[in-house]
């Protein structure tokens, strides 16, 4: 989520909802790019605004590619 | 640090009366004892309704919501009597703050709205929200929302729907944040709209079209342009392949050759052509224009008359004649030869009329013009007026019929769904409206003909520009016709040309040839449309990566959650080899159904255990315990600064009494958890009162004596009262054994209510040394002449102590103990001395 603080006192165990949910999403998805821009401050129009411009530039492909060329480096 | 209260105030409020109750809560733990319908379900209730504005036992009972109509205010008080309830608070900023609750309306019959009440915070109008933040207490989930566990809502996990449990548990897991962004994700997949292309529809009526080949369905996944082009055109040679007909070269062509067949087809089975019309091209003419141009030629008329127009050009001559060098004062008339007729004054005047003519005649020219460019564009209006309606409605009715265009015919083509009859009122409304339009049309040409052919005697300006203008307005309402007549003909066109196609064997050739038209529109199409199911697609995959990890998150805080409730109930039933064991989702995919485990085993280190249901195997008793367990995790959880706890441990569980006294609410008092517990067992009261007096453990007794004055709450201290409410059952009772108890405390009360008078009376006249503890060990009767000496406030109360004495002495030794009414009579004659010389 757009504001959540990782706690640096506790970093080998997430502890806030955002945190736990990221851990478990995998780290190119369209998901956890949808997660990192929601903010639950923001009033609902700004929120879904938000996901909708992930959603239009998010390009699955060109991150498996760059996970293929990190993979090959 | 989380909040917590360090005093009450109820007043009116159910078994609370119009006498204020003010309980002051100077320590973490506090215990209130009350007998039977005393007030103690009153208090937790009170508190609940101070949080949260309701009580939660009417929203659990949901069948009974009207049997609690009237239910708040104490019944006996008058209906404007004061309801509300009070609480200091130390908040986390370390500020102390009064948050208020009045009643305004209570539950009604009928109104499942709940009452109504104001709210205010150190006096100041508040709402809801306000209580977390300002007060920091967090509300829990309804219906269970104030950190208040009663009798009604302690098994209520046990009775709740799964939807309703696992909304309970999401609050006290604190998820729902997931839970909203999973929905907003959601919500974004049902926002995308398939993007609205005829020519997907269009593909959709050729795929289905056989004709075309078995290539046709392969037409949508074309890589690139020309292969959809190539395939395309596959299509149409096999349709044309088909009905037998030439291929020719080019999709065009093929295009053409369909569209050839299909018009021959169509007019075969109906006159399919009838139905069509021209785009509308309306007025064009500027009428502000023609009016400038008609006054400015009635202007310049005015001013020159029809003679000098005549003699315009013997005025050009004689201006033209140069002048004669020996006539200074003018020449000769060239015509008459009147001497010195042309002079000077004579030469203007022709020359101002032969401006005035020429300005005439230019004004003239344009006014002509415009006229002749009003009549083309009223011709012309005309003609696109004809050819914007529909070709039927041009034809004869003869005609018409005889290509069986007919109102009857088409009702057999379209579909019974109303679509005819609205097309045939949006077609007479449009015919209404041609008609209006046509006879503007003509009035305005009748204008402007007679503006023409009389345009030396015309003047008539008013009356032209208004026809032009009726033009306008009538052509304004020709076009709102012809607008709300496209839907309804749409709709009818559609319907005949499905049932002709079909007739003819046609469906999907239309389709095929606008396609095979326009290739590169269908690509376009293709392309969005592909983009739009990547999207659909993209999101699906996200919404199911996200149920997959938020109930992951959901199970590494359900064990969380689990750990704590095991905390607690190893805390009230230590070593029993039937033990709670978790709460967890039912499956990995379940998101709305939450199970309650309990572990069964044979040994008493509960190995190897066998997990159900705890629902369905714990006893009633059990179950009780993981009630409680249950709501002291989730006041753990929701970091709850206090909690009320009504009677938390069964009268039937006499074995985990002292486990919930002492190891339970240590470590509440451990976590820094306020508790406060109502109880109707004398001996937890005590019991408590006792263990925890190192941390100030403050107790508090209910009795309700005067239904108007309602329940008191009173210190424990007030050891008097305490023995007046403890005796009142035994006095009430049929069973002899109890009255003859009940007879003993009263005669204890005798001698408890002499020695505090003895005391108060020496400490009065200076004795601050006077204490009861010097009385102990003395009877009734070596003090009870200096008591009967002390009650003169009215002349007959030393006479009611000592016949009291006399009812409750006799009672306690001989077989037949005092009756009801007798010790009754004893008790209330105790209180009353008690409030008149104690109080």
Same mark, same amino acid.
Request: charged share 25%; hydrophobic share 40%; with cysteine.
């Given at each position: 989520?757009?504001t959540?603080?990782?706690?640096?006192?506790?970093s080998?165990?997430?502890?806030?909802?955002?945190?736990?949910?990221?851990?478990?999403?995998?780290?190119?998805?369209?998901?956890?790019?949808l997660?990192?821009v929601?903010?639950p401050?923001?009033?609902?129009?700004?929120?879904?605004?938000?996901?909708?411009?992930?959603?239009?530039?998010?390009?699955?492909?060109?991150?498996?590619n760059?996970?293929?060329?990190?993979?090959?480096n | 640090?989380?909040?917590?209260?360090?005093r009450?105030?109820?007043?009116?409020?159910?078994?609370?009366?119009?006498?204020?109750?003010?309980?002051?809560?100077?320590?973490?733990?506090?215990?209130?004892w009350?007998?039977?319908?005393q007030?103690?379900?009153?208090?937790?209730?009170?508190?609940?309704?101070?949080?949260?504005?309701?009580?939660?036992?009417?929203?659990?009972?949901a069948s009974?919501?009207?049997?609690?109509?009237e239910?708040?205010?104490?019944v006996?008080?008058p209906?404007?009597? #004061?309801?509300?309830?009070?609480?200091?608070?130390i908040?986390?900023?370390?500020?102390?703050?009064? #948050?208020?609750?009045?009643?305004?309306?209570?539950?009604?019959?009928?109104?499942?709205?709940?009452?109504t009440?104001?709210?205010?915070i150190?006096?100041?109008?508040?709402?809801?929200?306000?209580?977390?933040?300002?007060?920091?207490?967090r509300l829990?989930?309804?219906?269970?929302?104030?950190p208040?566990?009663?009798?009604?809502?302690?098994a209520?996990?046990?009775?709740?729907?799964?939807?309703?449990?696992?909304?309970?548990f999401r %609050?006290?897991?604190?998820t729902?944040?997931?839970?909203? /962004?999973?929905n907003?994700?959601?919500?974004?997949?049902?926002?995308?709209?398939?993007?609205?292309?005829?020519?997907?529809? +269009?593909?959709?009526?050729?795929e289905?079209l056989a +004709?075309?080949?078995?290539?046709?369905?392969?037409?949508?996944?074309?890589?690139?342009p020309?292969?959809?082009?190539?395939?395309?055109?596959?299509a149409?040679?096999?349709?044309?392949?088909?009905?037998?007909?030439?291929?020719?070269?080019?999709?065009?062509?093929? %295009?053409?050759?369909?569209?050839?067949?299909?018009?021959?087809?169509?007019s075969?089975?109906?006159?399919?052509?009838?139905?069509?019309?021209?785009?509308f091209?309306?007025?064009?003419?500027?009428?502000?224009?023609?009016?400038?141009?008609?006054?400015?030629?009635?202007?310049?008329?005015?001013?020159?008359?029809?003679?000098?127009?005549?003699?315009?050009?013997? /005025?050009?001559?004689?201006?033209?004649?140069?002048?004669?060098?020996?006539?200074?004062?003018?020449?000769?008339?060239?015509?008459?030869g009147?001497?010195?007729?042309?002079?000077?004054?004579?030469?203007?005047?022709?020359?101002?009329?032969?401006?005035?003519?020429?300005?005439?005649?230019?004004?003239?020219?344009s006014?002509?013009?415009?006229?002749?460019?009003?009549?083309?564009?009223?011709?012309?209006?005309?003609?696109?007026?004809?050819?914007?309606l529909?070709?039927?409605?041009?034809?004869?009715?003869g005609?018409?019929?005889?290509?069986?265009?007919? =109102?009857?015919?088409?009702?057999?083509?379209?579909?019974?769904?109303?679509?005819?009859?609205?097309?045939?009122?949006?077609v007479?409304?449009l015919?209404?409206?041609?008609?209006?339009?046509?006879?503007?049309?003509?009035?305005?040409?009748?204008?402007? +003909?007679?503006?023409?052919?009389?345009?030396?005697?015309?003047?008539? =300006?008013?009356?032209?520009i208004?026809a032009?203008n009726?033009?306008?307005?009538?052509?304004e309402s020709?076009?709102q016709?012809l607008t709300?007549?496209?839907?309804?003909?749409?709709?009818?066109?559609?319907?005949i040309?499905?049932?002709v196609?079909q007739?003819?064997?046609?469906?999907?050739?239309?389709?095929?040839?606008?396609?095979?038209?326009?290739?590169?529109?269908l690509?376009?199409a293709?392309?969005?449309?592909?983009?739009?199911?990547?999207?659909?697609?993209?999101?699906?995959?996200?919404?199911?990566?996200?149920?997959m990890?938020?109930?992951k998150?959901?199970?590494?805080?359900?064990?969380?959650?689990?750990d704590?409730?095991?905390?607690?109930?190893?805390?009230?039933r230590?070593?029993?080899?039937t033990f709670?064991?978790?709460?967890?989702r039912?499956?990995?995919?379940?998101?709305?159904?939450?199970?309650?485990?309990?572990?069964?085993?044979?040994?008493?280190?509960?190995?190897?255990?066998?997990?159900?249901?705890? =629902?369905?195997?714990?006893?009633?008793?059990?179950?009780?315990?993981?009630?409680?367990?249950?709501?002291?995790?989730k006041?753990?959880?929701?970091?709850?600064?206090?909690?009320?706890?009504?009677?938390? =441990?069964?009268?039937?569980?006499?074995?985990?009494?002292p486990?919930?006294?002492?190891?339970?609410?240590?470590?509440?008092?451990?976590?820094?958890?306020?508790?406060?517990?109502?109880?109707?067992?004398?001996?937890?009261?005590?019991?408590?009162?006792?263990?925890w007096?190192?941390?100030n453990?403050?107790?508090?007794?209910?009795?309700r004596?005067?239904?108007?004055?309602?329940?008191?709450?009173?210190?424990?201290?007030?050891?008097?009262a305490?023995?007046?409410?403890?005796?009142?059952?035994?006095?009430?009772?049929?069973?002899p054994?109890?009255?003859?108890?009940?007879?003993?405390?009263?005669?204890?009360?005798?001698?408890?209510?002499?020695?505090?008078?003895?005391?108060k009376?020496?400490?009065?006249?200076?004795?601050?040394?006077?204490?009861?503890?010097?009385? +102990?060990g003395?009877?009734?009767?070596t003090y009870?002449?200096?008591?009967?000496?002390?009650?003169t406030?009215?002349?007959?109360?030393?006479?009611?102590?000592?016949?009291?004495?006399?009812?409750v002495?006799?009672?306690?030794?001989?077989? %037949?103990?005092?009756?009801?009414?007798?010790?009754?009579?004893?008790?209330?004659?105790?209180?009353?001395?008690?409030?008149?010389?104690?109080d």
């Amino acid at each position: 989520m757009a504001t959540s603080t990782p706690n640096p006192t506790d970093s080998d165990k997430p502890q806030s909802n955002d945190e736990r949910l990221a851990a478990q999403l995998a780290a190119n998805g369209l998901a956890r790019a949808l997660l990192a821009v929601w903010n639950p401050a923001e009033p609902p129009e700004r929120r879904r605004e938000r996901l909708q411009q992930t959603l239009g530039s998010h390009n699955p492909g060109q991150a498996s590619n760059d996970a293929a060329a990190t993979d090959t480096n | 640090m989380p909040p917590q209260l360090t005093r009450i105030e109820v007043q009116g409020f159910r078994s609370f009366g119009t006498v204020r109750q003010t309980p002051d809560l100077a320590g973490p733990i506090a215990v209130f004892w009350a007998g039977n319908s005393q007030g103690k379900t009153s208090f937790s209730e009170a508190l609940e309704f101070l949080f949260s504005g309701q009580i939660a036992r009417r929203d659990l009972l949901a069948s009974a919501k009207d049997e609690f109509t009237e239910a708040l205010r104490n019944v006996h008080m008058p209906s404007g009597a #004061l309801v509300a309830v009070e609480a200091s608070i130390i908040c986390p900023d370390g500020q102390t703050r009064k #948050l208020c609750r009045t009643l305004v309306e209570d539950y009604r019959r009928g109104n499942a709205q709940g009452c109504t009440s104001t709210l205010t915070i150190d006096g100041v109008a508040a709402n809801d929200n306000q209580i977390e933040s300002l007060l920091g207490i967090r509300l829990s989930q309804h219906p269970v929302r104030a950190p208040i566990l009663g009798q009604h809502n302690l098994a209520y996990l046990f009775s709740a729907s799964p939807a309703d449990r696992a909304a309970y548990f999401r %609050a006290i897991l604190d998820t729902q944040d997931l839970e909203d /962004f999973r929905n907003d994700v959601q919500a974004m997949e049902a926002a995308l709209v398939a993007p609205a292309s005829p020519e997907m529809n +269009d593909l959709l009526e050729v795929e289905l079209l056989a +004709d075309a080949g078995p290539g046709r369905v392969q037409i949508r996944k074309s890589p690139k342009p020309e292969t959809l082009r190539a395939r395309l055109e596959s299509a149409s040679s096999a349709l044309l392949t088909s009905i037998g007909l030439p291929v020719p070269k080019g999709l065009a062509a093929q %295009a053409n050759a369909i569209e050839a067949e299909l018009t021959t087809r169509r007019s075969k089975t109906f006159p399919v052509d009838l139905l069509r019309r021209s785009a509308f091209a309306p007025w064009a003419g500027d009428a502000a224009k023609l009016k400038e141009a008609a006054d400015k030629f009635l202007e310049e008329r005015q001013k020159v008359d029809a003679e000098s127009q005549r003699t315009l050009d013997l /005025f050009k001559a004689a201006l033209a004649i140069p002048a004669h060098p020996d006539h200074p004062h003018g020449d000769d008339c060239p015509l008459c030869g009147t001497v010195d007729a042309f002079g000077a004054d004579r030469v203007a005047f022709v020359r101002e009329q032969v401006r005035a003519s020429e300005a005439f005649s230019s004004a003239s020219a344009s006014f002509l013009g415009s006229l002749r460019s009003s009549i083309l564009h009223c011709d012309t209006l005309a003609q696109s007026l004809s050819k914007a309606l529909p070709r039927f409605m041009r034809e004869q009715r003869g005609k018409r019929r005889a290509a069986e265009f007919t =109102v009857a015919k088409i009702k057999e083509l379209v579909p019974s769904d109303g679509r005819l009859e609205e097309w045939l009122s949006a077609v007479r409304a449009l015919a209404r409206a041609d008609r209006a339009l046509q006879l503007r049309i003509r009035a305005a040409r009748k204008q402007l +003909d007679h503006a023409q052919k009389n345009s030396q005697e015309w003047s008539d =300006v008013g009356g032209l520009i208004a026809a032009i203008n009726d033009i306008a307005s009538a052509q304004e309402s020709f076009v709102q016709q012809l607008t709300a007549y496209e839907g309804p003909a749409r709709l009818v066109g559609e319907g005949i040309s499905a049932t002709v196609d079909q007739n003819a064997q046609t469906s999907g050739w239309e389709s095929l040839i606008r396609l095979a038209r326009n290739p590169d529109a269908l690509w376009h199409a293709l392309r969005l449309d592909a983009a739009h199911r990547q999207k659909v697609s993209d999101i699906k995959k996200a919404i199911r990566e996200i149920d997959m990890a938020i109930g992951k998150v959901t199970d590494e805080k359900f064990a969380e959650l689990s750990d704590e409730v095991k905390f607690w109930w190893d805390r009230l039933r230590p070593e029993e080899n039937t033990f709670f064991s978790g709460v967890q989702r039912r499956s990995d995919k379940a998101r709305r159904t939450v199970d309650l485990k309990a572990g069964m085993s044979v040994k008493d280190d509960r190995a190897n255990p066998k997990f159900r249901d705890a =629902v369905a195997v714990f006893s009633q008793s059990q179950l009780h315990c993981l009630g409680l367990a249950l709501f002291l995790a989730k006041a753990v959880q929701e970091k709850a600064g206090f909690i009320l706890l009504d009677d938390p =441990v069964l009268t039937s569980d006499e074995d985990y009494r002292p486990n919930f006294t002492s190891s339970v609410l240590e470590g509440l008092l451990d976590k820094g958890i306020q508790v406060l517990i109502c109880t109707q067992d004398h001996k937890t009261y005590k019991d408590i009162g006792d263990r925890w007096l190192h941390r100030n453990a403050q107790q508090f007794i209910m009795v309700r004596n005067d239904a108007v004055t309602g329940t008191e709450i009173r210190k424990e201290n007030d050891d008097l009262a305490t023995m007046i409410a403890r005796a009142r059952p035994a006095t009430k009772s049929q069973d002899p054994a109890l009255r003859k108890d009940g007879a003993r405390q009263i005669r204890e009360i005798i001698e408890r209510f002499s020695k505090c008078l003895l005391v108060k009376d020496r400490k009065v006249k200076g004795d601050n040394g006077a204490s009861i503890t010097q009385y +102990d060990g003395k009877n009734f009767g070596t003090y009870s002449n200096n008591v009967y000496a002390l009650l003169t406030k009215d002349a007959a109360d030393p006479g009611k102590l000592r016949s009291g004495f006399s009812d409750v002495t006799s009672g306690s030794h001989d077989d %037949a103990p005092p009756t009801t009414a007798t010790l009754a009579r004893a008790l209330g004659d105790l209180n009353r001395l008690k409030k008149d010389y104690l109080d």
